[in-house]
């Protein structure tokens, strides 16, 4: 492969050495599965610097391109982001108004965290991704404290870091999201800026929005609040638009909790116009959004900007616009277990907030923020996501044809583009309480959809994760498959 650089041109160099490979892959010159020169080779080839081409592939790599196999290198990509099968997913549709859930959030986390544990498990139920080479984040964790002051192991302020806060302000420029770093609150995971927000706009008895099925954290919460749900059925492009403005009008809630990107757990991310008119509800019935978008770094395509892109009002009408809180952050794209997080308040709310984060655990974890700031400096953030999300997108494609091949046919999925789960919609009547046991038996580790839903009960279905190997998926599918079969013989 020969590659010739123009060093007077003002283009950068890493920019022409990814233009001209990209023009090889699409005028064919270089063939899906091809192997490129290795980063030392074509450094020597070209004359530049190792990192200028680490640069170049990363790019190629994010462009969905090419992709790294661990110690062998880099090779054109052979898979499009084509789903291999079309989206399924069309559920009834019934607002529900729990009254109470019964199985706690806290049993449920025990349990997933326990069949983790488990090497010999396979884990459908959890919801973690897959965590990268040890050996680096070992080499980054020391990079990022070997030689700072012993200011890294203070107190630090509520808000964190201002190196951080000036990163992630960068990365969610990216995204289609202009902030100050002013405008950010660095918090203990996602979780702590959700609960420290619902805690700020609800009290016992006040009603809130959410999606359902919905992430069972934020409906633990709501519960231990006090608040009253109502959530709205998901349709493939998101909550249903209708209902939810059947109830902002009749029940007067305070807050929408969403997950516009990925949602956990169908995975379906909305459209510009589906997020343009959920906030244009939410300012004609004097309603805060809450966006959650903890899954939106590991999207395998672009994705329309978060509604607080578009956030231009204030409920308290003084000028900055603060009716969306954003939440971010770095478990689903790193690691959970820095618990590093992020939220996007502007206008008054901010300060609100920012005492509250204070009383509820002062600051977070000096060394989580140094690490993950470490991270984002040296570029390892960026090309680390695009080996998770090529490696996710294999697994994804892998559990599709799984599920083509071994579930009955009478079962539907969506096809998510990134994110970490697909949810499984199953004929009425399974009893999937007992199918989750026999599962077990077998060392496959479900939790039952109705896990998922407001008043812990919907429709059957399974929220599955495919962040695992592709043997593990083939598997475990397979035994889930045999065992819906087995079953739907039996109620027939
Ligand atoms: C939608 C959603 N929000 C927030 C969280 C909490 O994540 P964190 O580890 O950042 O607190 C999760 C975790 O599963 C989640 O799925």
């Keep these: 492969m020969k590659i010739i650089l123009d060093r007077r041109s003002s283009e950068p160099v890493y920019l022409q050495i990814r233009n001209r490979i990209r023009h090889l892959i699409e005028a064919e010159k270089l063939q899906a599965g091809d192997r490129l020169p290795s980063i030392r080779a074509l450094a020597e080839a070209t004359q530049v610097n190792k990192l200028t081409v680490i640069e ?3 790019m190629l790599e994010a462009d969905g391109l090419i992709y790294a196999r661990p110690g062998a290198g880099y090779f054109v990509y052979e898979q499009s982001i084509e789903t291999p099968v079309p989206a399924t997913f069309a559920p009834r549709q019934e607002v529900i108004i729990p009254e109470t859930r019964e199985m706690s959030y806290f049993e449920i986390c025990t ?30 964790a020391r990079r990022a404290v070997k030689g700072v002051g012993d200011e890294l192991f203070r107190y630090d302020f509520p808000q964190g870091q201002i190196g951080l806060r000036k990163q992630i302000a960068q990365l969610l420029l990216h995204k289609g999201l202009e902030v100050s770093p002013e405008e950010l609150i660095v ?26 099925p919905n992430y069972h954290g934020a409906l633990a919460v709501l519960q231990g609040i006090g608040a009253r749900v109502i959530g709205i059925p998901m349709t493939p492009d998101g909550m249903n638009l ?5 109830y902002l009008r009749s029940h007067r809630p ?27 509800l939410a300012e004609q019935y004097d309603c805060v959004v809450l966006e959650d978008n903890a899954y939106e770094g590991l999207s395998f395509e672009a994705v329309p900007p978060p509604i607080k892109a578009i956030d231009r009002s204030d409920p308290t009408g003084i000028s900055k616009a603060g009716r969306v809180i954003y939440l971010g952050t770095f478990s689903k ?8 997080g992020y939220m996007v308040v502007t206008g008054t709310a901010y300060q609100a907030l920012l005492e509250r984060k204070l009383l509820s655990d002062l600051c977070v974890s000096t060394v989580s923020q140094a690490i993950v700031s470490e991270y984002l400096a040296t570029g390892h953030y960026r090309r680390y996501l695009n080996q998770l999300r090529t490696q996710n997108l294999t697994n994804r494609n892998t559990m599709l044809k799984a599920l083509e091949r071994y579930f ?25 309480q007992a199918i989750c ?21 919907g429709y059957p279905a399974l929220r599955l994760n495919f962040s695992q190997s592709p043997e593990a998926i083939e598997q475990g599918i397979r035994i889930l498959g045999d065992l819906l079969k087995t079953r739907m013989k039996r109620c027939s």
């Excluded at 983790?116 to 984040?137: C, T």
């Excluded at 794209?333 to 590093?340: H, S």
């Design 242 to 246: 209708m209902l939810l403005e059947q």
């Design 187 to 212: 918090t203990n995971g996602s979780m702590q800026g959700l609960s420290l927000t619902m805690q700020h706009y609800l009290k016992p008895g006040d009603w809130a929005i959410v999606e359902s």
């Design 333 to 340: 794209t790193l690691m959970p277990g820095l618990r590093v």
């Design 437 to 457: 046991h026999a599962a077990a038996l077998q060392k496959v580790f479900i939790v039952p959809g109705s896990t998922f839903f407001p008043n812990q009960q």
């Design 56 to 58: 170049a592939y990363s």
């Design 408 to 432: 009955p046919q009478e079962a539907t999925w969506t096809v998510p583009n990134g994110g970490l789960f697909l949810w499984v919609t199953l004929p009425e009547g399974l009893p999937m």
């Design 111 to 140: 349990a997933v965290g326990h069949a983790n544990l488990q090497e010999d498990v396979i884990n459908f139920a959890s919801g973690f991704p897959m965590i990268g080479a040890v050996e680096d984040l070992q080499r980054i």
């Design 254 to 280: 305070k807050l929408i909790y969403t997950i516009s990107t990925l949602h956990n757990p169908t995975g379906i991310t909305t459209s510009q116009p589906h997020r343009q008119q959920l906030l244009a």
